[in-house]
Structure formats: structure tokens, C-alpha cells
């Protein structure tokens, strides 16, 4: 059973940085095709943010030069480091991890796993 745990989340303003992080367990010696992190706002549908796998990084043009996605495969552990925070990046972010090859690693149908999120508030 794979586990997902998401920390990192506060409130901040504007302009301000936040580093989320994504602690996996259960099955962690398999291999997970991607990683990525998902956010919802209040009455918006899911959206991806940002994602890691098939050897390279994904990011929303939203947050393109301002979130940095990695990970530490000795930690089990994805990050995302959010930089120039606007009140738009407001919402439940969530963790997510694919248990097979996904062709578009921003959408939530690629993935096969989720965390129960952790909320990011920026306020102006």
C-alpha cells in the first residue's frame, strides 16, 4: 500500500516562499514513472503544477521560473520549492506518484496515487 504524506504548507504573502514536501511509503522500492504536485483552489478543478519523471521536470506555465520540483530517491521524498508567491497559488496542494509509464505528467489521470494535500494561503 503506497502512502503519500504532504508538509510544508502555511500562509504567507505575497512574494514570499514556501518548500513542500512529499514523503512516500509503503512500496517504496518501486519504481514510480512520475511524480508530481497538483493543486485546487476553492471551486476550481485540479490542476498540475509541476512533475518529475521520464528523466525530466514539468511545470504548468503558471508557475514556470518561480516552483522548482526534485526529489530524493534516498528520502523517498519529492519537494516542490515556491518562490514569488502570488495569492493566485492559493489552494490544496497535493502529492501524487504514477505506478506506470505516464505520457502527460501534468494531468491527474496519470497518476495512480495521492496524498491529503496540504494548504497553501498567499495573501496580497
Known sequence: QVHLVESGGGSVTAGGSLRLSCEASGYTSRR?????????ATGKEREGVAAIG??????SDSVKGRF???QDNAKNTLYLQMTSLKPEDTGMYYCAASGRFCYM???SYSYDYWGQGTQVTVSS
Open 32 to 40: 514510480y514513472y512520475c511524480m508530481g504536485w497538483f493543486r485546487q
Open 68 to 70: 522548482t520540483v526534485s
Open 54 to 59: 521520464r528523466g525530466d521536470t514539468y511545470y
Open 105 to 107: 505528467p501534468l494531468q
